[in-house]
Each structure stands twice: as structure tokens, then as C-alpha cells.
């Protein structure tokens, strides 16, 4: 089992950049497909990205394409989501997810484990 924990939410104006970062207690994050997904309220949980094990394939959803970048920090054990050019639509709780799919799954309910979030605010 893995328990992902989110950080380096805040605020920041838009056209700024933000970095999040995923470590894990338990099992590494190595060992899994990791994901950050975002809500806000009245809205579905949106996939952002997604980065299988060994960092061999990478997800953006269209709306984050060129802005948001997902990497593995082996040394740190995380997974960092880059966040640049941000918007004020991209105010969000952020969630990271581990997955223990093979492929790169793009639901939510094929993540089993999850964090509690960080929030992201964008000011215009």
C-alpha cells in the first residue's frame, strides 16, 4: 500500500508558475502510476497528467498541454507537477493519485490510492 502526500500548493498570479510536489509513505511511488488530478467545486475530478512507472509515457489533459509538466524525482521519491502559465481556471484542490494499473489510466476510479489535496489559487 502507498499513501500519497501533496504539497507546494498556494497562491500565485496568473501567468505564474507553481510547483507540486507527491511523496509517498509505504510503498514508493516508483512502484506505481502516479497521477494529479484537480476539483473544484461543483465539478468532476479532472485527470491534469499522469506518469507511469519509469517515466517511459506521459498524460496531459488538453487544457494543461504546454504548460503543465509531470516528472519523477528519484532521488527525492516524488513526483512533481510543474505548473506554468497558470490561469485562473486552473484554481483547483490538487490530488495526487497512485495507481497500480499497468497502462496509464486516465479515470479516477482506476486510482486507488489518494491524497488529501493541496489547494491552488490563481489570482487574476
Known amino acids: 500500500q502507498v499513501q500519497p502526500v501533496e504539497s507546494g500548493g498556494g497562491l500565485v498570479q496568473a501567468g505564474g508558475s507553481l510547483s507540486l510536489s507527491c511523496a509517498a509513505s509505504?510503498?514508493?511511488?516508483?512502484?506505481?502510476?502516479v497521477g494529479w488530478f484537480r476539483q473544484t467545486s461543483g465539478k468532476e475530478r479532472e485527470l491534469v497528467a499522469a506518469i507511469s512507472r519509469g517515466s517511459y509515457a506521459t498524460y496531459y489533459a488538453d487544457s494543461v498541454k504546454g504548460r503543465f509538466t509531470i516528472s519523477r524525482d528519484d532521488s527525492n521519491k516524488t513526483v512533481v507537477l510543474k505548473m506554468d502559465s497558470l490561469k485562473s481556471e486552473d484554481a483547483a484542490v490538487y490530488y495526487c493519485?497512485?495507481?497500480?494499473?499497468?497502462?496509464?489510466?486516465?479515470?479516477?476510479?482506476?486510482?486507488?490510492?489518494w491524497g488529501q489535496g493541496t489547494q491552488v489559487t490563481v489570482s487574476s
Open positions: 509505504g510503498r514508493p511511488l516508483s512502484s506505481f502510476v
Open positions: 493519485a497512485a495507481s497500480s494499473r499497468v497502462r496509464l489510466p486516465i479515470t479516477g476510479a482506476e486510482y486507488a490510492y
